[in-house]
């Protein structure tokens, strides 16, 4: 069991590229969320899924986009990459309501992504 | 939103228990206390959250005041891999259908020989 797998672990970007990074779980979860962590810092929440075909945004959606086209799966794309997005980005998931409200978030281990 | 107060670090000795303090005077009713950890490099790991009573289980036990306007984590036998920043967190209000978390700043929890 697998739980949350985040792809690539690493990636340095030249400021204007793009890049998809993407978050894959086989727990079954309904919700699923993008946060980014700068150094000393919490996480912040980007933007999240509460199913299949559904995103919103969070804390700091700017400069990112999302889609959930299958429920195992969630992508979150940089379209013009700049250095002010150098962090590290978790993905996370969880079952949703009202099965289960208060079940915790199971995190991946992160994309470490500098933006030179 | 509901916010959380954590003293920015601490230390525990080996071997001794480990008592995280947090604040979140601003809770409602119906909202859950849910601690998270992060250690080193590695994403955050869920420990253990709660209501109104106290909780325990295999990680940790969670003392909540009888207000809810405080809380307290408690490693009991603490090792050098439990050293990390533990989050406190208050479900954003209304976030049931969302399950949005904010996180703070943590406490730093540095376990020493």
């Known amino acids: 069991n697998a739980g949350v797998t985040q792809t690539p672990k690493f990636r340095v970007l030249k400021t204007g590229q793009s890049m998809t990074l993407l978050c894959a779980q086989d727990?079954?979860?309904?919700?699923m969320y993008w946060y980014r962590q700068d150094p000393g810092m919490g996480l912040r929440l980007i933007h999240y899924s509460v199913g299949e075909g559904t995103t919103a945004k969070g804390e700091v959606p700017d400069g990112y986009n999302v889609s959930r086209l299958k429920k195992q799966n969630f992508l979150l794309g940089l379209e013009s990459a700049a250095p002010s997005q150098t962090s590290v980005y978790f993905c996370?998931?969880?079952?949703?309501?009202?099965?289960?409200?208060?079940?915790?978030?199971?995190f991946g281990d992160g994309t470490r992504l500098s933006i030179l | 939103d509901a916010k959380t107060t954590q003293p920015t670090s601490m230390d525990c000795a080996e071997g001794r228990a480990a008592n995280l303090p947090c604040n979140h005077s601003t809770i409602s009713g119906n909202e859950y206390v849910y601690w998270y950890r992060q250690i080193h490099s590695q994403g955050p790991q869920y420990i253990i959250h709660?209501?109104?009573n106290n909780e325990t289980n295999e990680m940790a036990s969670l003392i909540i005041t009888e207000d809810r306007k405080s809380s307290t984590l408690i490693l009991p036998h603490a090792t050098l891999r439990d050293t990390a920043v533990y989050y406190c967190i208050v479900r954003v209000p209304g976030s049931s259908n969302t399950g949005k978390l904010i996180f703070g700043q943590g406490t730093t929890l540095q376990v020493k020989p």
């Open positions: 996370a998931s969880s079952y949703g309501y009202p099965s289960t409200p208060h079940q915790p978030q199971h």
């Open positions: 709660g209501l109104k």
């Open positions: 727990m079954n979860h309904e919700y």
